[in-house]
């Protein structure tokens, strides 16, 4: 009886564990081939959808944020975008955030073939807290990492090499800044094109860009940061119709979201000021938009929102962290 009961034991063991291994398994899967696209070509990873300051928020004491400080919600990380080149085994980032860690470590667990911590570039838009301060982990107080290819603008460059802490990242070769132009495109490997574009921002520190990125089948635009559409020597119709994606900022909903602040000194285009700019769009080229770089104050952070709703019956969309498209 006693030998019967081992046995039973021993079985009964050995099916927890395959069943441990086999959820194990099926997660690893998923993660590999999310939103059931096979590890081939080039895809873009969405790792951060927030603007700069996060949330929750330094400061803040709204109940958008209150909760969240004793109850951290894990997808809420600092706009960045992940592009992945399954032939050429190859991947990039887009911003170097305060999220860095993780974020590089989500786009390292999405590149199976890639043993490296840090991808093979990084891309800066320019000189504002969320969008390069990032960088820091790659220093000799973290991880020392060795010629991470960073590009940048001319202004970004120069801010990069002239102040600390970053210019200790120059001399120590922790980075290997690669210099870019406006509308110069940058030609990755045989698959991958990416093209800097000058958007009007506060530029303080450096220019602010956005990137048309090329991919063999797709192209998209990112522009986390703009002042007003109105503002760019560009037309956004235009630009929307010849790509196939758009992460466009969405940093605040309307005017309503900042009480006792000067609005004038963090111009953004509201993103219901883009939808009605965009209205006219037909429902395909709405399918293209996808909103990004939303304050902690934003109503679309919330999927249950009337703002979310709303959006989302105009045929727009909200992006959503580890969301995966194919370039």
């Not at 032939?87 to 490296?116: C, G, I, W």
């Not at 939303?294 to 959503?320: I, Q």
Request: contains cysteine.
């Amino acid at each position: 009886m006693r030998i019967k009961s081992l046995v039973f034991l021993g079985f009964l063991f050995g099916f927890i564990n395959s069943c441990q291994w086999s959820t194990q398994k099926i997660k690893a899967s998923a993660l590999n081939n999310l939103n059931g696209q096979e590890n081939t070509g080039v895809s873009l990873i969405v790792l951060g959808t927030l603007q700069d300051g996060g949330s929750p928020h330094a400061g803040c004491k709204k109940p958008c944020c209150k909760q969240l400080f004793n109850q951290p919600d894990t997808n809420r990380l600092v706009v960045s975008l992940g592009l992945i080149d399954y032939d050429h085994k190859s991947n990039y980032l887009f911003e170097a955030t305060p999220d860095l860690p993780k974020q590089m470590k989500v786009l390292k667990r999405f590149s199976p073939f890639s043993e490296k911590e840090v991808p093979d570039a990084i891309f800066l838009t320019h000189a504002h807290i969320g969008h390069y301060t990032g960088l820091m982990y790659l220093g000799r107080e973290v991880m020392g990492a060795k010629d991470v290819k960073v590009y940048a603008l001319p202004k970004m460059k120069t801010y990069l090499e002239t102040n600390g802490p970053w210019s200790q990242l120059v001399l120590l070769h922790n980075i290997l800044l690669q210099p870019m132009q406006f509308e110069q495109t940058v030609q990755l490997n045989p698959n991958i094109k990416v093209t800097a574009f000058k958007v009007p921002h506060r530029d303080e520190y450096s220019e602010t860009a956005g990137f048309l990125i090329e991919g063999p089948q797709k192209k998209a635009l990112f522009i986390p940061d703009i002042d007003k559409w109105s503002k760019w020597n560009k037309n956004i119709i235009e630009e929307i119709g010849k790509v196939d994606y758009a992460f466009i900022d969405a940093t605040f909903y309307d005017g309503n979201e900042m009480p006792g602040r000067d609005i004038s000194e963090i111009p953004h285009p509201f993103v219901s000021e883009t939808m009605q700019l965009l209205n006219t769009l037909s429902a395909d080229e709405k399918k293209k938009i996808y909103f990004i770089h939303l304050n902690h104050t934003n109503p679309l952070l919330d999927e249950n929102s009337a703002a979310n709703l709303t959006l989302r019956k105009s045929g727009f969309n909200v992006a959503t962290y580890k969301q995966r498209l194919p370039l």
